[in-house]
Nanobody, 122 residues
Framework: QVQLVESGGGLVQAGGSLRLSCAAS????????MGWYRQAPGKQRELVGL???????NYADAVKGRFTISRDNAKNTVDVQMDSLKPEDTAVYYC????????????????WGQGTQVTVSS
């Protein structure tokens, strides 16, 4: 199977920075997109940003210019550098991977990490 392990959440003051990391492991053939979603209390999970294996990125409007996603294809890792954080960025952040498994190459699977809390104080 596949595991996504996140790290790097925590508490930070408004205007500060945090970096989240996620590592995927398991019977992975290829990962065509990795990224981050977030879910604030009482709200639906929403996209933060994604990056493809080719390096193309897609960000939510709310984080453009403040968050930067990067990826190491060889290590199956994805990071998000979060700068100029705002209280409204407070949420549980989830790593996401859209991938092909070694033993089932015809099907695309989607996996999620367990989530890491990011709290931005005003």
């Amino acid at each position: 199977q596949v595991q996504l392990v996140e790290s790097g959440g925590g508490l930070v003051q408004a205007g500060g920075s945090l970096r989240l990391s996620c590592a995927a492991s398991g019977s992975i053939s290829s990962i065509y997109a990795m990224g981050w979603y977030r879910q604030a209390p009482g709200k639906q999970r929403e996209l933060v940003g994604l990056i493809t294996s080719g390096g193309s990125t897609n960000y939510a409007d709310a984080v453009k210019g403040r968050f930067t996603i990067s990826r190491d294809n060889a290590k199956n890792t994805v990071d998000v550098q979060m700068d100029s954080l705002k209280p409204e960025d407070t949420a549980v952040y989830y790593c996401n991977a859209k991938l092909i498994l070694k033993y089932d190459p015809r099907v695309q699977y989607e996996y999620w990490g367990q989530g890491t809390q990011v709290t931005v104080s005003s």
